[in-house]
Every structure is written in structure tokens, then in C-alpha cells.
């Protein structure tokens, strides 16, 4: 079965940059590049939200609070998926979840990655 595994989440201070790492296991070059990915995030208190989605033609999307400071891409050969932030603010700490949505339309959610941005 899919796993997902992200990575790089961390403090940093505001204005600062991370990259996040999603790391799917467990499956083959053509399921990896015929599903969506996507990075969705939860805030202490809110509902999880999407970030930014990447859907196998290669089209992005982002969230309004996060366009021109958020980037989604992936590496079919690495079978990863990756979230680039910067200028980061404090209301963007919160768990970063890595979400894959199959051509038939399973779902799978990764662990979660901590940022955190104090303010």
C-alpha cells in the first residue's frame, strides 16, 4: 500500500524560507505521475486548508494567502513531491500534510510536518 512521508518542517523565524518533502513509497512511476498531489495544511484551532495542488498535467494551484510565496513541484524518478515557503509569517505555522488523490480516486494523507513561525 501508498505511504507517504513528509519532511523538513521546523521553526524558522518569519521571513525565512523551508522546503517540504513528501516521499511516496510503495508505488509505481505510472500511478505516482497520473494522481494529484497536493499540500494541505492545519492551523492550531482552524480546519485543515489546501496549500497548493499540482494535478498530473502539470497545472498548479495555490492558496490566495500563499501566492507568490508558495511553490508545488515533484520528481516523478524520486517519487516525491515537494512545497517550497518563503517570507514565511507566524500565521503560517501550523502541520503540512502531503495528500495524494489517485486517477481512480483514492486518497491517501501523509503523517504531517510541523512549521512553525513565531511571532
Known amino acids: 500500500q501508498l505511504q507517504l512521508a513528509e519532511s523538513g518542517g521546523g521553526l524558522v523565524q518569519a521571513g525565512g524560507s523551508l522546503r517540504l518533502s513528501c516521499k511516496a513509497s510503495r508505488t509505481i512511476l505510472s500511478e505516482f505521475t497520473s494522481s494529484s498531489w497536493a499540500w494541505y495544511r492545519q492551523a492550531p484551532g482552524k480546519e485543515r486548508e489546501l496549500v497548493a495542488r499540482?494535478?498530473?498535467?502539470?497545472?498548479?494551484n495555490y492558496a490566495d494567502s500563499l501566492k507568490g510565496r508558495v511553490t508545488i513541484s515533484r520528481d516523478n524518478v524520486r517519487r516525491s513531491v515537494y512545497l517550497d515557503l518563503g517570507s514565511l509569517r507566524p500565521e503560517d505555522t501550523g502541520v503540512y500534510y502531503c495528500y495524494r488523490r489517485s486517477r481512480l480516486g483514492d486518497e491517501y494523507w501523509g503523517q504531517g510536518t510541523q512549521v512553525t513561525v513565531p511571532s
Open positions: 499540482v494535478v498530473p498535467g502539470g497545472s498548479t
